[in-house]
């Protein structure tokens, strides 16, 4: 999925030393940040040094041209002295309630391909059917609530044996999570990444390299399912302007049949 983790509380290193770090990670220089804000420079250096408090706006204004994600700029009102801007909503709230049947009917509208709701430590929060077919058969402990999807695909007893090409597609997942811990510094993620990282891996078997790859467009999770290889691409779904973190941290990810053998042998199963 895009990306999407949440980032560290606020700490007393203050506002401008976080707003120097997004601007550093984003390698913007002050000068380029202070006409994207309509500011100057100098007012960007006095905020980021700490000679100037920024008020509520700018810090959301600086957050936005930064590209923040929501729950940073929580932190960083908070490290201004201000109050958060942007609640954080329970999924199971009322208030959420035409959001979780829109989700929902989204991911069964993909049936019969896999389809799931994960947030931002790759918590699944819904899955349709497609995805309950590819996890048949792990083990129970894995599917007990919370599953956690990343967990799920690299643990011994989840899907990895079944994974035909694991060392690449493992290779991807570690990749994804390396960018988003460096980006945000997500304690919770670092944990999970330490914990999935140390997974053995087989040597031989589903998880080494076909000998003759077949030709995809993109990298595909070969997954064994009774009997038949079947070839997913990943497309991950994220809302657009989210004005509330748990939405902000909600990512529809797919898995599309790569080649006509899936699509058939979805069509199939799952009719």
């Known amino acids: ?6 980032g560290t509380p606020a700490t007393d290193r203050g506002v401008g030393p976080m707003l120097r770090a997004w601007r550093e990670r984003r390698r913007v220089s002050q000068l380029e940040l202070a006409l994207r804000a309509g500011s100057s420079a100098r007012h960007i250096s006095f905020v980021e040094t700490g000679r100037s408090r920024p008020s509520e706006e700018m810090v959301l204004r600086l957050a936005e041209h930064l590209d923040v994600p929501v729950r940073e700029r929580n932190a960083l009102l908070l490290a201004a002295g201000y109050a958060p801007h942007y609640p954080e909503t329970p999924l ?8 979780r049947e829109g989700v929902e009917r989204l991911i069964r509208g993909y049936e019969p391909y896999p389809a799931l709701v994960v947030d931002a430590t790759y918590r699944v ?3 349709n059917r497609g995805i309950a077919m590819l996890t048949d058969g792990v083990a129970e402990h894995l599917l007990a609530p919370p599953v956690n999807a990343i967990r799920l ?3 011994p007893q989840g899907l990895a044996p079944r994974i035909r090409n694991l060392r690449e597609w493992r290779g991807h997942l570690l990749a994804q ?6 980006l945000h510094r997500s304690q919770p993620l670092r944990q999970l990444y330490d914990e ?3 997974y053995p891996v087989p040597d031989t078997g589903p998880g080494r390299e076909p000998e003759e790859p077949v030709p995809y467009f993109a990298l595909p999770m ?4 009774e009997g038949q290889v079947l070839s997913f691409i990943s497309s991950i779904s994220t809302f657009n302007t989210p004005m509330d973190v748990t939405v902000a941290e909600l990512a529809v990810e797919t898995l599309l049949p790569a080649d006509p053998a899936t699509v058939k042998y979805l069509h199939s199963l799952l009719p």
């Not at 999925?1 to 949440?6: C, E, G, Q, R, S």
């Not at 199971?92 to 959001?99: C, E, H, I, M």
């Not at 999570?177 to 460096?182: C, K, N, S």
């Not at 070969?222 to 399912?225: L, W």
């Open 1 to 6: 999925m895009t990306a999407l983790v949440p």
């Open 92 to 99: 199971d709230d009322p208030a959420l309630g035409a959001l």
């Open 125 to 127: 929060l819904a899955a």
């Open 153 to 155: 695909t690299l643990h």
């Open 177 to 182: 999570m390396e960018r988003q811990i460096a």
């Open 196 to 198: 999935v990282v140390a």
């Open 222 to 225: 070969r997954i064994e399912h």
